[in-house]
Nanobody, 119 residues
Framework: QVQLAESGGGSVQAGGSLRLSCVISGLAVKNYCMAWYRQAPGKEREFVARMDIDGSRSYGVSVLGRFTISQDGAKTTLTLQMNSLKAEDTAMYYC?????????????WGQGTQVTVSS
């Protein structure tokens, strides 16, 4: 059974930092595109960052230069380091996994972790 368990969300002042973690179980991460998405109330789901099966990384325009996606060596934890946070970063953040290259929508989603940034 695939499980993606996010943690690390919380409330922070604008300009601050948070580090989100996603513990992964039940799948061979090396074969999966791993990504973070977010969704704010009343807004559409937004791509945040992803790591492809070759290790390449890409970011949404709104977070480029501020957020960093990474994996531990054992590929059991996906991390999103978020710096210089802005009020518009407030959202529920989801860890996702999709088999193969990052071309299609993710197959698996975590329950999400809430990030709230106050200005």
């Amino acid at each position: 059974q695939v499980q993606l368990a996010e943690s690390g969300g919380g409330s922070v002042q604008a300009g601050g930092s948070l580090r989100l973690s996603c513990v992964i179980s039940g799948l061979a991460v090396k074969n999966y595109c791993m990504a973070w998405y977010r969704q704010a109330p009343g807004k559409e789901r937004e791509f945040v960052a992803r790591m492809d099966i070759d290790g390449s990384r890409s970011y949404g325009v709104s977070v480029l230069g501020r957020f960093t996606i990474s994996q531990d060596g054992a590929k059991t934890t996906l991390t999103l380091q978020m710096n210089s946070l802005k009020a518009e970063d407030t959202a529920m953040y989801y860890c996702t996994a999709g088999f193969g290259w990052c071309k299609a929508d993710p197959t698996y989603w975590g329950q999400g972790t809430q990030v709230t940034v106050s200005s």
